[in-house]
């Protein structure tokens, strides 16, 4: 179904803005956050194990190793860990976790109308700036991860729903790490 616009003329061209969809507005952080703890709770109830994100790339990365170099990986604790499950580590839940939160993001999007090749960004840095930026931040979270010993949805919703003293306390460090760190990079955003 084409749309038309009609112009002063009185005639009727294709309008290639009306085709398009207006963006939705994003959801209630509140009731996002009631969904989220709702899908936590149902991970616990159907498969009887909490969220998490950092596990899945560290399985994808002992696997890759244990194709190139079998013997390294096999002499390897850490990779010997994520290998050492029942039948193909690929089969991890995990995996399929993280797999699913990249469809639902994307299928959110498009329903949202907010897919569109873009970099956001604040007038004071360069696309290049703002991406090397998100490539340093996502490492040292990546990083960050594996010394906490889980990621923020692992370590933060899955530990602290289970009142880890460990996950408070990550959390209250990601928290105060991020304000101090808010203060510095906001000049980037103004």
């Not at 994808?60 to 096999?74: C, K, N, R, Y």
């Not at 990621?151 to 408070?168: E, F, I, M, R």
Request: proline share 4%; with cysteine.
């Amino acid at each position: 179904m084409t749309t038309h616009a009609t112009t002063s003329t009185g005639t009727h061209e294709p309008d290639a803005v009306a085709s398009a969809r207006t963006p939705q507005p994003y959801t209630n952080p509140y009731l996002a956050g009631i969904g989220l703890g709702l899908v936590l709770l149902a991970a616990f109830v159907i498969m009887g194990r909490g969220l998490g994100a950092s596990g899945a790339f560290s399985t994808l990365v002992s696997v890759g190793v244990a194709t190139a170099a079998p013997q390294h990986a096999a002499g390897n604790a850490f990779y010997g860990a994520y290998l050492a499950t029942e039948g193909n580590p690929l089969k991890d839940w995990l995996l399929f976790e993280v797999i699913g939160v990249f469809a639902g993001g994307f299928l959110s999007g498009v329903l949202a109308g907010r897919i569109k090749r873009t970099t956001e960004k604040g007038p004071r840095i360069s696309v290049r700036g703002r991406l090397t930026f998100a490539f340093l931040g996502g490492g040292m979270m990546g990083f960050g991860a594996k010394l906490a010993r889980g990621c923020t949805s692992g370590q933060a919703l899955t530990g602290g729903a289970l009142l880890n003293v460990g996950s408070w306390a990550f959390m209250m460090c990601v928290f105060a790490g991020a304000y101090a760190l808010a203060y510095v990079m906001r000049r980037q955003w103004q």
